[in-house]
Nanobody, 119 residues
Framework: QVQVQESGGRSVQAGGSLRLSCTAS????????MGWFRQAPGKEREFVAS????????YYSDSVKERFYISRQKVGYTVFLQMNSLKPEDTAVYYC????????????WGQGTQVTVSS
């Protein structure tokens, strides 16, 4: 089993920055990737950013490219999402997820952390 916990969400004004953190624990050996997703009110959950655990390749959605950056601690299973130049349309619940070894997709999810960007 894997436990995932996000933190760092809060209210911020447009143009501001915010850093989210996510720590996963449990059976993490062989993890394929960790990623961030978000869900805005009335919309489906969407992909934001991810990092392959072996090699560190990163991926971003077009809507956040060059504004958001995913990184990881050197030890353990903690990832960060640095969000810059925030826009009101970035308002959403942000979820961290783990793509474990043997799975075909992200399988373990956190409870989410609310990010609200006001204009």
């Amino acid at each position: 089993q894997v436990q995932v916990q996000e933190s760092g969400g809060r209210s911020v004004q447009a143009g501001g920055s915010l850093r989210l953190s996510c720590t996963a624990s449990g059976s993490m050996s062989g993890t394929i990737a960790m990623g961030w997703f978000r869900q805005a009110p009335g919309k489906e959950r969407e992909f934001v950013a991810s990092m392959r655990w072996s090699g560190g390749t990163t991926y971003y959605s077009d809507s956040v490219k060059e504004r958001f950056y995913i990184s990881r601690q050197k030890v353990g299973y903690t990832v960060f999402l640095q969000m810059n130049s925030l826009k009101p349309e970035d308002t959403a619940v942000y979820y961290c997820a783990v793509h474990p070894l043997g799975a075909t997709q992200y399988h373990y999810w956190g409870q989410g952390t609310q990010v609200t960007v006001s204009s």
